[in-house]
C-alpha cells in the first residue's frame, strides 16, 4: 500500500488537493468564516477572488467594468499562469475529479474509447463569451457543472448533478472525457496561459525506453507529441494539465516536473 502511494506520489497529493478544494468550499457549513464563495468568485482571508472567465463574461453581459473584480481575477490568472495553466483542471477543478473517477471504471469496462480534440475548448470558449456580450447574460455561470457541482457542495443542491451525472454517463460509453478534452470552455480559457507558464513537464530523451505508460495514463495524451516524436526537451502544450500521472509511471524518470523554458 505504503508503495503504491509512492509510485503514485503526484496522483495522491493532487487527489488530496481537490479534496482539500471541496471541503473548502464547504467550509461554511461548518460555522467556519475564512471562506465565502465558490471557483467563481468568493473572499479568502478577506481577499477578493474571481475566476478570470467568469470575471470576462460578466464584463462583456453588463458592459460594466469594475476595477476591483478586475484586480481579483488578475490574482487567479497569476496563480495558474506560474503553476500551468490547465492545472485548475487536474489540481481543483470538482468535476475533472468525478469524471477522473469515470475515467477509470470507463478503462474497466472498455468502453467509450473514442475522443474529441482539444481544441474544440477554445471554440467553446469563444462561443461562451459571445453569448455573454449578445445575450447580456453570463449564461455559462447558471448552467456549467463546476457552478453546479460547487452549489451543491454549499447548498446541498442535488438534483443538478443530474447534469454532472449525464456528463460522466456518456464519457462511460460514448467518448473519453469528452467535457473536459473538448467541451470546457474554462480548460480552453486556461490552456491558453498554460502555453506560455514556466511549470513544464520536462522529457530527458536518453531515459525514455518509449514504452508508451506515459501516453497510456495521460488525460490528454496529443500534449506528448512533441517530447516524444517532435524532438522536444518539455511538454509545451497548453492543454497539459500538469496532473503529474505521467511523471509517476515514467519508471526510467524520462519524465519530471521542471521550471523554465527550453
Not at 40 to 50: E, R, V
Not at 127 to 134: F, K, N, Y
Not at 193 to 199: A, E, I
Amino acid at each position: 500500500m505504503i508503495s503504491d502511494m509512492k509510485k503514485r506520489k503526484w496522483k495522491t497529493v493532487r487527489m488530496v488537493v481537490q479534496i482539500a478544494v471541496i471541503m473548502l468550499i464547504a467550509s461554511p457549513l461548518l460555522g467556519a468564516s475564512f471562506f465565502h464563495g465558490n471557483l467563481a468568485g468568493g473572499a479568502l482571508f478577506g481577499i477578493s477572488l474571481s475566476d478570470p472567465l467568469a470575471f470576462l463574461q460578466a464584463t462583456l453581459a453588463s458592459r460594466m467594468f469594475i476595477p476591483s473584480f478586475l484586480l481579483a481575477a488578475l490574482l487567479i490568472a497569476a496563480l495558474y499562469f506560474f503553476t500551468g495553466g490547465r492545472s485548475f483542471c487536474s489540481w481543483v477543478c470538482p468535476v475533472s475529479l468525478l469524471t477522473e473517477i469515470g475515467d477509470s471504471l470507463r478503462r474497466r469496462i472498455g468502453m467509450g474509447e473514442r475522443s474529441f480534440p482539444l481544441a474544440w475548448t477554445r471554440w467553446t470558449l469563444a462561443v461562451v463569451l459571445a453569448v455573454s456580450l449578445l445575450a447580456k447574460v453570463p449564461l455559462f455561470e447558471v448552467i456549467s457543472p463546476i457552478g453546479i457541482t460547487t452549489r451543491a457542495v454549499m447548498f446541498k443542491a442535488w438534483l443538478p448533478l443530474a447534469i454532472v451525472a449525464a456528463i460522466v454517463a456518456v464519457e462511460l460509453f460514448v467518448a473519453r472525457r469528452i467535457w473536459c478534452r473538448s467541451l470546457c470552455p474554462v480548460g480552453g480559457f486556461y490552456s491558453l496561459l498554460g502555453r506560455f507558464s514556466p511549470v513544464r513537464i520536462r522529457f530527458e530523451r536518453e531515459r525514455c525506453t518509449f514504452c508508451g505508460d506515459c501516453e497510456k495514463i495521460c488525460h490528454f495524451e496529443e500534449v506528448l507529441d512533441y517530447p516524444l516524436r517532435g524532438g522536444g526537451s518539455q511538454v509545451v502544450a497548453g492543454d497539459c494539465t500538469r496532473c503529474g500521472d505521467c511523471v509517476d509511471v515514467c519508471r526510467t524518470r524520462a519524465l519530471k516536473f521542471g521550471t523554465g523554458y527550453r
